[in-house]
């Protein structure tokens, strides 16, 4: 099942709470940059598959929030959850207008799954100011959806846990959020499809 939503309030199934996957990295992030934490604090970062950060030199925390949004990665990531804790990145979900949105357990490791719906994610990241997060999204690459868009300026989330979910959360020229999420996973093809269709009807 496809659902999205949008951040001007269209919307299909956009309720509807799915798994999260590594969209919450946006939360994560947008959290840590409202922090009193220090991004220049170097940190150890422990394994974690699907990472880059636990084979760097030297880390910062500031890294970590570039890394998990830039790159998802998965270690940098729960560098920044346990130092924040999953309350304060709930409350910025909250703060940031999500009402289904809930991190729940860490990266790559067992417990309940983190949760989000189309709606939070278009009406969440539309929200956030923080500018070196929405850096960090442009440093991102691993969506069709650019392709589809070429000309605008396109910063893309994306989130998989195969063959359960897969979705995608983009800002579309600083002014429009759409998500759409998938359940079980559609291709990533066939997500950001109906993604630039949605771009596509808002435009003409």
């Known amino acids: 099942m496809i659902t999205w939503a949008t951040s001007d309030g269209r919307e299909e199934g956009g309720d509807r709470v799915v798994p999260a996957a590594s969209t919450i990295k946006l939360f994560v992030a947008s959290a840590f940059w409202r922090s009193a934490l220090d991004p ?16 760097l030199f030297s880390v910062t925390l500031g890294d970590c929030a570039l890394l998990s949004v830039a790159f998802s990665d998965n270690a940098a990531t729960n560098v920044l959850l346990e130092r924040l804790g999953f309350d304060a990145v709930n409350q910025e979900a909250e703060r940031l207008g999500c ?9 790559i490791s067992d417990g309940p ?14 929200a956030i100011d923080e500018e070196r997060v929405l850096d960090a999204l442009a440093q991102a690459h ?20 195969w063959p359960d979910v897969y979705h995608e959360v983009a800002l579309v020229d600083r002014s429009l959020a759409v998500a759409v999420c998938s359940q079980p996973a559609a291709l990533p093809g066939e997500v950001a499809a109906v993604a630039e269709s949605l771009l596509r009807v808002n435009s003409s």
Do not use: I, Y
């Open 40 to 55: 220049e604090e170097r940190v150890e970062v422990p394994a974690v598959p699907w990472s880059v950060a636990d084979a």
């Open 99 to 107: 009402e289904h949105t809930e991190v729940r357990r860490l990266m």
């Open 113 to 126: 799954q983190n949760l989000t719906c189309a709606r939070d994610l278009a009406r969440g990241l539309a």
């Open 142 to 161: 691993d969506s069709e959806l650019p392709f589809l868009l070429l000309g605008r300026d396109v910063r893309v989330k994306t989130g998989e846990l």
